[in-house]
């Protein structure tokens, strides 16, 4: 009999713990999810030019900074992006373009970067810039926002 008594205290111990468990899971999943879902855009976001600004800014500093910098004159192994909005493309002062972008020959407005940042290879073939690009168009938005501000 006690046996019998302690296999059904483990099994009941075992089912605490398996409820426990599953419980912790369940609770972990509706965080993260929570967590993804404040950290989507949502029209509120699109429309706040501070909130967009701020995160392009983030953006900015998490991936276009590895090659470009956000200073005045400033060119890394990509030219600098203060002012490109606005600018001819191909002609940052002290910049080695390649041949494609110096011919390229149109101003960066925020339509010509949004279709360039999707994918700088295919919009203009042949320039430096290997990067996959920003594929989300709310960052592509946001770093776009971000480098309006850049300006004297």
């Avoid at 005045?72 to 192994?77: A, E, I």
């Avoid at 996959?132 to 501000?149: Q, S």
Wanted: proline share 5%.
């Amino acid at each position: 009999m006690p046996s019998t008594t302690r296999g059904g205290e483990t099994k009941a111990r075992a089912r605490r713990l398996a409820l426990l468990f599953g419980g912790a899971l369940l609770a972990a999943s509706l965080a993260s999810s929570l967590i993804a879902r404040a950290q989507e855009p949502d029209e509120e976001d699109e429309n706040n030019r501070a909130a967009l600004v701020a995160h392009g800014r983030d953006v900015f500093h998490h991936i276009c900074a590895q090659c470009h910098s956000d200073k005045k004159g400033v060119n890394l192994v990509g030219p600098s992006l203060y002012g490109v909005v606005g600018r001819k493309a191909g002609t940052e002062p002290g910049y080695a373009y390649s041949d494609a972008m110096r011919n390229f020959g149109k101003v960066w407005t925020p339509e010509e970067l949004t279709h360039y940042l999707w994918d700088p290879q295919a919009w203009i073939p042949g320039v430096k810039m290997h990067f996959a690009g920003l594929k989300r168009k709310y960052n592509r938005h946001a770093v776009i926002a971000y480098l309006e501000t850049l300006h004297d």
